[in-house]
């Protein structure tokens, strides 16, 4: 055969990043990369989505496709876990769980935005993930309560016993950007 060959644009002929760890852990949640015929109906029944640009549908496409990119996207953080998209998929598909999986590859790669690594810390510190501050403490005491509640900021030796115990936070990966 002669004549000139064809070439197709370079988003076609760029290869995607595969990653056979995420299509191993999406499988095993219960999200088989195989199955999802990209209908929408993901997207189209998410709450968060009616809020915010995450496209649910995209997520599980970049998922499916093994593209690692989908572990740096900000969208995977803002899924409420409704579970609404996990009870529509006509193909039975766990997206909620997926979604899951994808933030725990995610956070061990060291993709975790700032404001959640600080939640973290401040659960380690205080045992709450919101914090006691002195005007909270100061209402607390026009009510004629003590400063401090009896909940786990009373017992810091108890919360450092616990942070112990708890997971450490591997550190940022070089390409996660400051999200303050
Ligand atoms: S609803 Fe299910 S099959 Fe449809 S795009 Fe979403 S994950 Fe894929
Ligand atoms: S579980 Fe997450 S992705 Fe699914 S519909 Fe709810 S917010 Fe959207």
Known sequence: MSGTRYKAPPSVRTPLEKDPEIEEALIKAGFDPNLCMQCGTCTASC?????????????????????????????????????????????DLKVTDAIIVLRNIASERGFIADKHRKTVDILHKTGHA??????IKAIRKELGLPEIPPTAFAYPEEVRKMAQMLFILPPKHEDEEDTQ
């Open 47 to 91: 709450l968060s989505g009616r809020w915010t640009a995450m496209r649910t549908r995209e997520i599980m496409r970049k998922a499916a496709f093994g593209d690692e990119s989908v572990l740096s996207d900000p969208d995977i953080w803002l899924c409420t876990t409704c579970y609404a998209c996990y009870d529509r998929c006509p193909r």
């Open 130 to 135: 919101v914090p006691i501050n002195d005007k």
